[in-house]
């Protein structure tokens, strides 16, 4: 049987900002047997609530350019972003059932010799995981049980809704995201606020950081008032942006200091596949850059070289 | 008196919120249906469904911080107040968390609905700053948070990946095409007037 493989579509923050969840995804996905192929030339997704909210079709067109560069290869793409996801999925599918859309998307395309054919599906890595590798084969390779580690969940929006239209899961109850992220052997600990969004999306935080970690700062207490976690785990870049980055914003907008290590469910992975955190660079997280300081080690309950 | 107070504070509050004193109440004779047209053509279809429970701004994470009320602005877009809708600084709070569209009982999609009143607003001029500037880059770099420091690259590299991924940020002619397309589409064209609304 022919290796299965997944263009891999990098987005914009995990490349250009945090790079170690590129590096860990590759880590993982070699592990588990699958192929990554770069998408060259891909662009922005383009930012769902940003450019979505600007003008529907040029976000359509743009997101299909970016689908066109997987349909010429013929394979599925993957991405490990929430915000990306969602743009390449809703377009892809906004575009297979609406005739009006697709026509208008493929019109502007012509200008660039593209043409939208509806011939991939997209999978957020989180789906990919667990739909198409499953648990069984995630758990063959977990060589390092992260054993005692006290891990929240923030699941982030756009990789399950809107419900009705993704079926992914149930947003109100979700356990794809939980269920992956136990494989680790991390001790899965809930909050009342597991579920509200991180704040960044829908151009917020772009519009108004302080707003936007008002919703982070509240995830934060719910956090803490059930006890506090070692690690934030997110399967989406730009809401670890905004949990991790949003630690040192937040101690300059309001009188409040917080110190969570946040991983991406790869970096997480890569963890508990038994890859050391320098292979892919977790101290790297713009915390600890900010910070000048380090993961907690000792919570993680791994010893870095550092 | 239909209801008690407990402060005098909190009826001091209803008070400036509701009174004609404070601002004009707006007549509203014969709805005007073209707002609610145009909105259900980009990306709101199923916006006349809603029946007000509420069950969006209940469970709305912006609205229970700011004065971001998305059955209020779906109401007012429902009776035609256009300018009202587009207008206000409030729109722009939503994150798109879709948790409302989740649970809304109408199958309204509130948040698609709010993206679709966004669009009428962009497109009538209504941008933010930051915004068109963010749409700017996507335009210059091909990406919204572009590779655009030799540190991003001293990052990556320090990750253990080469410096410049094969994403837009290597290849100039994708950047190119997405120019191609914001100039058929007229997406560069909306971006600039603002820039010149600005000056
Ligand atoms: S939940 Fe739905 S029906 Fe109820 S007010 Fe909001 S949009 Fe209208
Ligand atoms: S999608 Fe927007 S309007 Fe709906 S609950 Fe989330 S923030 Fe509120």
């Known amino acids: 049987m022919a290796k299965k493989s997944f263009y891999h579509f990098l987005g914009c923050i995990i490349p250009h900002r945090y790079p170690s969840i590129e590096s860990a995804a590759k880590l993982v996905f070699k592990d588990l047997g699958v192929g990554l192929l770069d998408m060259e030339g891909a662009s922005c997704c383009p930012a769902p609530g940003v450019f979505g909210s600007f003008d529907r079709v040029t976000w359509a067109t743009i997101a299909a350019r970016n689908l066109t560069i997987a349909e010429a290869g013929g394979h599925p793409i993957t991405t490990g972003c929430n915000g990306c996801f969602a743009s390449l999925w809703d377009a892809n599918h906004e575009m297979k059932h609406d005739d009006e859309l697709r026509d208008a998307v493929n019109e502007n395309l012509a200008e660039i010799d593209r043409e939208f054919k509806g011939s991939i599906e997209v999978w957020h890595y989180v789906d990919a995981l667990y739909s198409q590798i499953g648990l069984e084969k995630i758990r063959e390779h977990i060589t390092r049980p992260l054993k005692g580690v006290r891990m929240a969940l923030h699941p982030g929006c756009h990789w399950m809704r809107p419900k009705q239209i993704k079926k992914k899961d149930d947003s109100e109850r979700p356990h794809i995201f939980r269920d992956i992220c136990e494989t680790s052997g991390a001790e899965y600990v809930p909050y009342k606020d597991e579920l509200i969004c991180c704040g960044a999306g829908g151009a917020v935080r772009t519009a108004d950081v302080k707003l936007a970690l008002e919703f982070t700062k509240q995830k934060f207490d719910s956090l803490l008032e059930a006890g506090g976690a070692d690690i934030i785990v997110t399967p989406c870049p730009f809401c670890e942006l905004q949990l991790d980055m949003g630690q040192v914003e937040i101690q300059k907008h309001f009188e409040a200091e917080y110190h969570f290590d946040v991983l991406h469910v790869m970096e997480l992975l890569a963890l508990s596949f038994g890859h050391e955190p320098e292979e892919f660079g977790l101290a790297t997280h713009l915390q600890y850059m900010q910070r000048k300081n380090q993961p907690n080690w000792e919570r993680l309950g791994i010893e870095a070289k550092t | ?199």
């Open chain 2, 1 to 199: 008196m239909y209801f008690s107070m407990n402060s005098t504070t909190s009826l001091l509050s209803v008070l400036i919120l509701t009174s004609t004193e404070e601002k004009s109440a707006i007549i509203i004779d014969t709805p005007d249906d073209s707002f609610v047209q145009m909105i259900k053509k980009t990306g709101g279809p199923n916006i006349q469904n809603c029946y007000q429970c509420g069950t969006c701004s209940g469970s709305c994470p912006a609205g229970a911080r700011t004065n971001y009320l998305v059955r209020g602005i779906i109401r007012k877009a429902l009776l035609g107040l256009k300018e009202q809708c587009i207008s206000s600084p409030e729109l722009w709070y939503c994150t798109t968390c879709y948790t409302c569209t989740d649970r809304c009982p109408q199958d309204v999609m509130p948040t698609d609905v709010i993206k679709a009143i966004r669009n009428v607003a962009v497109a009538e001029g209504y941008m933010l700053v930051p915004h068109q500037k963010t749409a700017l880059k996507v335009l210059e770099a091909g990406h919204a948070v572009p590779l655009d420091s030799e540190n991003w690259q001293n990052l990556r590299e320090k990750v253990g990946l080469e410096r410049v991924p094969p994403n837009a940020s290597r290849y100039p002619e994708a950047i190119e095409e997405i120019r191609k397309i914001a100039k058929k589409t007229g997406f560069d064209k909306l971006i600039e007037e603002k820039e010149e609304k600005e000056e």
